[in-house]
């Protein structure tokens, strides 16, 4: 290394380095090829320096761009909203098959890949350093598990904090409400600034109806040339599609689904094995909705996404689903269900230790529609490869 200078400090932060007793560990994903399943290995002032080596075991988090290149045609990753500690524990062990406890044996049959999206919304819900220590306290519990950290429907703003931290592997840029042209332009904008990072970039072209926080729309399907053409001026390495589903628990009405000859024209004229991305795609479960009107909830003539199409429209590209209200619905049942049947209970505590078994027991149901429960030691071999 003689004769040579190097800033190892502004290296370290740059690539989002941590530092420990002198292990250095490099998160999986800034130093990565956009392209490449592998973690990162450099060699850098002749320390060896790999993926977790001499390090207590942690969950691995990497890009959206790899849980796809690995999910392509074959399956779709579930995207799941965190709010809250009993939604994170949940959904960690939900992917694991640890339905009983957070020390249960990992069940390799059912146990999945996922995203935790975080909305705007979370992270302005309590502080978004949180969502953040809540996670990683989860990748220490649950060091099995494999997902990204996504950011939901970001302004450009909102998308650069998160670029800027260090923490999330994607985001997502929402500038659908915009004309095509001031679409690109933004997008275009996030792509730069978060491929230096090497962190993925989601897009949206079209517009879902529904409302969910404060994303309100009216429907309009994405259009499949402007589909080809967007990615193409963009860059961006996923787009959400509008297909005919929408936002919230009142997605359709008499025999809507989703558009699959849409899913299919779009497929076709973007870039081969390109992902798309389904928004506003839960089920909204009668059996979750009954219950919460049977303790006291007024949800009349709900309506969802049919589990049983989330497989075929991952045939034809589409990775990534996210499932945002089942979440909620299985709260509200939960909840209000502790509240009506032991009214004298002020312990936070036992109605919470339900939802989490019962939320985990719901991913797992959800991952077997997608086709991803059982991937999860696959991606692990190719990740290492």
């Not at 703003?157 to 800027?164: A, F, P, R, T």
Request: charged residues 25%; proline residues 4%.
């Amino acid at each position: 290394m003689a004769g040579e200078s190097h800033d190892i400090q502004g290296y370290i932060a740059a690539h989002f380095c941590r530092i420990s007793s002198f292990v250095i560990r490099i998160s999986p994903f800034p130093s990565l090829d956009p392209g490449s399943l592998a973690g990162p290995r450099i060699k850098y002032l002749d320390f060896d320096v790999s993926y977790g080596s001499n390090e207590k075991a942690k969950g691995m988090i990497v890009t959206t761009k790899q849980l796809f290149a690995h999910a392509y045609s074959r399956y779709a990753v579930g995207a799941y909203n965190i709010n809250n500690l009993e939604q994170t524990v949940g959904l960690f062990r939900g992917n694991l098959g640890k339905s009983d406890s957070n020390s249960d044996a990992t069940k390799p049959a059912v146990s999945a890949p996922f995203i935790i999206q975080i909305s705007r919304g979370a992270r302005s819900y309590s502080d978004k350093r949180f969502l953040e220590a809540m996670i990683r306290a989860a990748e220490d519990v649950f060091p099995e598990s494999i997902f990204a950290v996504h950011l939901d429907h970001g302004t450009e703003d909102v998308c650069y904090d998160c670029i800027g931290s260090g923490f999330y592997s994607s985001v997502m840029i929402d500038a659908s409400h915009e004309k095509f042209e001031k679409n690109v332009e933004i997008t275009k904008r996030v792509v730069d600034r978060a491929h230096d990072k090497g962190i993925s970039v989601e897009a949206e072209l079209g517009q879902l109806g529904g409302v969910e926080e404060d994303i309100m729309g009216s429907e309009c399907l994405t259009e499949p040339d402007q589909a080809a053409e967007f990615v193409a001026k963009t860059g961006c390495d996923s787009l959400a599609v509008a297909i005919g589903t929408s936002h919230g628990a009142y997605k359709f009405s008499g025999g809507q689904g989703l558009r699959m000859d849409r899913i299919a024209e779009i497929q076709k004229i973007l870039p081969k094995c390109f992902p798309m991305v389904m928004h506003g795609s839960s089920s909204v479960p009668k059996e979750w909705v009954d219950r919460i009107n049977a303790a006291g909830g007024k949800m009349p003539a709900t309506s969802g996404v049919n589990e049983n199409q989330y497989l075929p429209a991952a045939q034809l590209g589409v990775c990534k689903v996210n499932i945002d209200t089942d979440g909620r619905l299985v709260w509200c049942a939960i909840h209000r269900e502790a509240f009506r049947d032991d009214p004298a209970n002020f312990d936070l505590r036992p109605p919470g230790k339900v939802f989490i078994k019962a939320y985990a027991d719901y991913i797992a149901h959800k991952n077997s529609k997608l086709g991803s429960g059982g991937q999860l030691e696959s991606l692990r071999a190719c990740l290492k490869k």
